[in-house]
């Protein structure tokens, strides 16, 4: 239950997030919406080991598991988002000034 | 190359995303209904991580085997193999720490530790080789005894075994040139097993007479609580395996009428670890594989899991042994031998033909241990200690997906044992001085937790997690 309610949450976020970019006329590139999955899985095992673990009565091993996950989670997300938000700027800095 | 989806192929992406998320447990975790492996046998829900093979992991020389005496065990003949004197002077040293502890209220061996270790123990059924006598039988009913194939009855039994408690069931088809072998020369009282050709079992001052025609081993398990492990090698701690031991004598009378209710005779251990050797009959039977604990580890319960038999007379379809790479992992682990406080364990890399002293039964190839260091520390402690099974990877509660990632890892191959041990480190990382009978967890704290599930045993283990 707790993963269809991810899955549902996490399509939601996903639909609002394409739907933004395209009205915001922002190119995403495909290894960057390949890191943004990767980071999105990582971040749902991170997810699921932490509260299992704390169920199993292990906190070491929750948060063990939520550094061992999670924090490569972040940092694929936070590379896939600024990748996309540089080459964006960097598009809209180089365009041809209007007359 | 821009990458700009349309909304079509968005969506569908995102739809694969979200169940892939939704449905990833159910592919770890590989859960089966029946695996029924081609050879009509019946298993109980095993992981998808757990495969059978025709022979176990561990190397058997059958023709070099014997029925072996259980007595020459520890168990029947420490004062032997140590000497009279320092079996007095453990037996004196038990008591005065047992003393010195209560009274200290050294936590798990305070009073409410020992009370309810003392409480776990009473309540049993009696306990008997023979089947029961007051039995309603078919014959009492004026009906024929049960009629099925081996494969029914296999299936019936494990139905109504795990109703009345077994964690896991198999069964072992007797060989006189093989597994027959396991079944004791000699019970824990000295009395003789004698497989004789006879209709009806029998038992008097000297010997119990197995009938011929019983042909058939019914091996089950029955979990402790894990959480509860985690207090070895204390009085707390013992209280669960004296709970498992009470809940099986129980289980084994219940399981004598059910037979006797059927038409059929179902002979028990007379007392505990009688009748055959335990972790022999449930690798045959494929409940787990042999260890470096040189006791059974469960795919379900990794050792936290007590085994129990009972011979029968009904055919049984056999359940195959099985490979999850447990003991191939145990090669590179060794945790529990750095653990154990008495260093009873073998820390050798190959398990070995030649076992460590008499009280083993050599003919298969096992990580031997000394027995009479672990016996020894058992009095020091007064209690079964157990600190082996604790520091076990596999002893875990099942529940976050590392557990069947490490697992399925495990059972695919052995380049990622050394890793998975090291991370086991981190998570499971257990007491500073392990020597000086530290537990993982402070007992104190386990009595503060009014959550454990009852018996304190997630009866879900090895079933679906969906």
């Known amino acids: 239950m707790w993963w269809l309610v991810l899955g549902i949450v996490i399509g939601a976020l996903g639909f609002w997030l394409v739907s933004w970019a395209k009205a915001h006329k922002v190119a995403v590139q495909w290894y960057e919406w390949l890191l943004g999955v990767i980071a999105i899985g990582l971040g749902a095992l991170a997810l699921q080991n932490y509260y299992a673990f704390l169920r199993e009565m292990e906190p070491q091993a929750a948060m063990v598991m939520l550094a061992l996950l999670g924090i490569p989670a972040l940092a694929l997300a936070i590379i896939a988002v600024g990748l996309a938000w540089w080459q964006n700027t960097k598009k809209v800095a180089g365009a041809p000034k209007k007359s | ?466």
């Not at chain 2, 402070?442 to 009866?459: F, H, Q, S, V």
Request: hydrophobic share 35%; net charge positive; glycine share 8%.
């Open chain 2, 1 to 466: 190359m821009a990458f700009n989806l349309t909304r079509r192929e968005f969506l569908k992406d995102l739809g694969l995303l979200g169940a892939g998320i939704t449905l990833a447990p159910a592919a770890v975790s590989g859960n089966t209904i029946f695996d029924w492996d081609n050879e009509k046998t019946p298993q109980l829900h095993r992981p998808g991580w757990v495969s059978t093979s025709s022979v176990p992991t561990m190397e058997i020389d059958w023709d070099k085997m014997q029925r072996w005496r259980e007595w020459r065990t520890t168990r029947g003949s420490f004062p032997e193999y140590v000497g009279k004197e320092r079996d007095d002077r453990l037996t004196k040293l038990q008591t005065e720490n047992l003393d010195r502890w209560v009274k200290q209220n050294k936590p798990g061996y305070t009073l409410k530790d020992r009370a309810l270790q003392n409480a776990a123990g009473q309540g049993s059924g009696a306990q008997s080789f023979l089947p029961p006598k007051d039995a309603t039988t078919p014959d009492k009913l004026g009906v024929a005894p049960w009629k099925g194939s081996p494969e029914d009855a296999a299936l019936m039994l494990t139905a109504a075994m795990r109703h009345m408690g077994a964690g896991t069931v198999g069964f072992v088809e007797l060989d006189s040139r093989t597994t027959e072998k396991l079944i004791y020369a000699e019970d824990p009282d000295k009395k003789v097993m004698s497989i004789e050709d006879v209709a009806n079992p029998s038992e008097d001052d000297k010997k119990r007479v197995i009938p011929k025609k019983a042909r058939w081993v019914i091996v089950w398990t029955i979990p402790m609580s894990q959480e509860t492990m985690k207090t070895a090698p204390t009085a707390l701690c013992s209280m669960t395996t004296g709970l498992t031991y009470t809940t099986n004598r129980s289980f084994q009378l219940r399981l004598q009428y059910f037979l006797a209710g059927l038409g059929y005779m179902g002979l028990g251990e007379n007392s505990t670890n009688a009748l055959g050797i335990s972790p022999a009959l449930g690798t045959m039977a494929g409940l787990g594989e042999m260890s470096r604990l040189n006791r059974l580890i469960t795919p379900e319960w990794g050792p936290i899991a007590r085994v129990f038999k009972m011979v029968t007379d009904l055919p049984l379809a056999p359940t195959k042994p099985i490979n999850a790479g447990i003991m191939q992992f145990c090669k590179v682990c060794k945790k529990c031998a750095e653990f154990c406080p008495s260093k009873a364990l073998s820390f050798d890399t190959e398990p070995s033909w030649e076992p460590r002293g008499p009280w083993s039964n050599p003919g298969h190839k096992a990580f031997f241990e000394d027995s009479t260091k672990c016996r020894a520390y058992w009095r020091q402690v007064g209690t079964n200690c157990g600190l082996c099974f604790t520091a076990c990877p596999f002893g875990t509660k099942n529940q976050a997906f590392f557990h069947a990632f490490r697992n399925a890892l495990t059972s695919a191959t052995p380049v990622f044992d050394s890793a998975l041990r090291a991370v086991d480190d981190w998570i499971n990382p257990g007491p500073a001085n392990p020597e000086l009978g530290d537990p993982f967890k402070n007992p104190e704290d386990w009595w503060k937790r009014t959550d454990l599930p009852i018996y304190g045993i997630n009866t879900s283990s090895g079933l679906s997690t969906i």
